[in-house]
């Protein structure tokens, strides 16, 4: 159990396109998620706390009009990472909290690398 | 600022020994601290967690250790074998964020 997927694991693209990553957790429901970037060989950062049914709350730095999240049901979430460019290149992670079980637990996806040409 | 850093980037193991990765913490208000596992190209992997009501929890292989006295938080891996080779993550949660620390790189050698 507790089981959260990401489509797509990779997308190359180029610079000027936009990007949607999806986050879903497949046998919970999660009211809360997260989304992160990592760089390599560095730690993970949170770039954004994503709502259902409310808008997403950024970290200090993170460009909201850069970055669009939308948590449309209990179980999706989704990354728009608009006009990207080389610099947005990076691998994306998103972790779900449960609705239901132990506080503060969070489940991770398997990341989506992204590569902007 | 508050932050989680670890004192090792890398460190290098031999198989079958005890593996301690350590973890610093300045965010007195944390309650809640966990390690992850993270091999190449994949997310996180859970592997165990704390609450700042006790100071030890053990797994299968593996024990946290926290001292809130001196904000401190170890990973200990016993019998470490080629497959824990990865870069661990401690991470500390308050008010449902997590912030992780820079993480270390294990590397379990023959």
């Known amino acids: 159990g507790a089981v959260v997927s990401q489509h797509p694991s990779r997308v190359i693209c180029k610079s000027g396109t936009s990007v949607k990553i999806e986050c879903r957790s497949l046998d919970f429901q999660a009211t809360t998620m997260f989304w992160y970037r990592q760089f390599p060989k560095k730690s993970l950062m949170l770039m954004a706390t994503?709502?259902?049914?409310?808008?997403?709350?950024?970290e200090q730095g993170v460009e909201k009009d850069k970055f669009l999240i939308n948590h449309a049901s209990l179980t999706l979430s989704t990354l728009t990472v608009t006009s990207a460019h080389p610099e947005d290149s990076s691998f994306y992670i998103c972790?779900?909290?449960?609705?239901?079980?132990?506080?503060?637990?969070?489940?991770f996806g398997p990341g989506t690398r992204l590569t902007v040409l | 600022g508050e932050s989680v850093g670890l004192h090792l980037p890398t460190l290098s193991v031999q198989e079958g020994d005890n593996s301690i990765i350590n973890c610093a913490y300045s965010n007195s208000a944390s309650d809640y601290f966990i390690w992850y596992k993270q091999e190449s190209g994949k997310g996180p992997q859970f592997i165990i967690d704390?609450?700042?009501?006790?100071d030890k929890r053990q797994g299968q292989r593996v024990t946290v250790l926290l001292n809130k006295t001196v904000k401190h938080l170890s990973l200990q891996i016993a019998a470490t074998q080629p497959g824990d080779s990865a870069v661990y993550f401690c991470a500390e949660a308050s008010w449902g964020k997590f912030q992780f620390g820079a993480g270390t790189q294990v590397v379990v050698t023959p």
């Open positions: 704390i609450r700042s009501n006790m």
């Open positions: 972790s779900a909290s449960p609705d239901r079980g132990v506080p503060d637990t969070q489940y």
């Open positions: 994503s709502n259902e049914g409310s808008k997403a709350t950024y």
